[in-house]
């Protein structure tokens, strides 16, 4: 079973950092994207960044570039959303995914992990 954990959350200050988490099991190829998406209550969900497993290619909505970085570690199956430079209109609940293209099907989320960002 595909699964994914995330983590690293949490409450900091306009203009610090930080670092999201999420592990990858489950998963026996190489073709698929990861992305952190992040929610806000009555707001569409917006993918903050993606990146592809095959050959590492990265896309970031236009709100965080320059902001966020996101990595894979493939040894470790993890994929990191290293956020600087909070604003407090980052403030939302995040969520890893996998999806693959044309597979509609191949699409699973971790679980929620909060940022709040105070100003």
């Known amino acids: 079973d595909v699964q994914l954990q995330a983590s690293g959350g949490g409450l900091v200050q306009a203009g610090g950092s930080l670092r999201l988490s999420c592990a990858v099991s489950?998963?026996?190829?190489?073709?698929?994207?990861m992305s952190w998406i992040r929610q806000v209550p009555g707001k569409e969900r917006e993918v903050v960044s993606c990146?592809?497993?095959?050959?590492?290619?990265?896309d970031y909505a236009e709100s965080v570039e320059g902001r966020f970085t996101i990595s894979a570690d493939n040894r470790k199956n993890t994929v990191t959303l290293q956020m600087d430079s909070l604003k407090p209109e980052d403030t939302a609940v995040y969520y890893c995914?996998?999806?693959?293209?044309?597979?509609?099907?191949?699409?699973?989320w971790g679980q929620g992990t909060l940022v709040t960002v105070s100003s």
């Open positions: 995914n996998v999806r693959r293209r044309f597979t509609p099907t191949f699409n699973y």
């Open positions: 489950g998963i026996t190829f190489d073709d698929y994207a």
């Open positions: 990146t592809s497993k095959s050959d590492g290619s990265t």
